[in-house]
């Protein structure tokens, strides 16, 4: 039970950073502040997400069951890999000058795409749980 625990603590953290780096991106773009907030917490995020990830994977092979057995397994995997790709994409937008526009379009629409994911994984795991 105790991976269960880890999974649920890491996976909520993460879920809150990544709405809190959105959040701030959205709301508070005009302050000095903002990227210095939003970078690291999405970071953070998906670092929370790939331990509750690796938490669910050691809970499962403990459990002796198959790996992404229900679609809550498949909506996080999902989720964690949109979630990934939204920091690469940010940082690409500064180096690859050329593109900014279109790469910050992806960034947006990936980070909007895993926190809806995530949200809806969280209902699946909850419904699966019971």
């Given at each position: ?35 210095k ?35 809550h ?6 989720a ?51």
């Amino acid at each position: 039970m105790y991976p269960f625990y880890i999974h649920v603590a890491a996976m909520g953290a993460g879920v809150i950073l990544l709405a809190a780096g959105i959040f701030a991106a959205r709301f508070f773009r005009n302050r000095r502040w903002w990227l210095k907030f939003h970078r690291p917490a999405g970071i953070t995020g998906v670092v929370c997400l790939t331990v509750g990830a690796v938490a669910t994977v050691v809970m499962v092979s403990l459990g002796g069951d198959g790996h992404l057995q229900v679609f809550h397994a498949w909506l996080g995997l999902a989720a964690i890999l949109f979630a990934i790709s939204a920091p690469v994409l940010g940082t690409l937008q500064f180096t690859l000058r050329s593109h900014t526009g279109q790469i910050r379009r992806w960034h947006r629409r990936t980070g909007y795409v895993a926190i809806i994911l995530c949200i809806i994984a969280v209902f699946a795991g909850m419904k699966a749980v019971g």
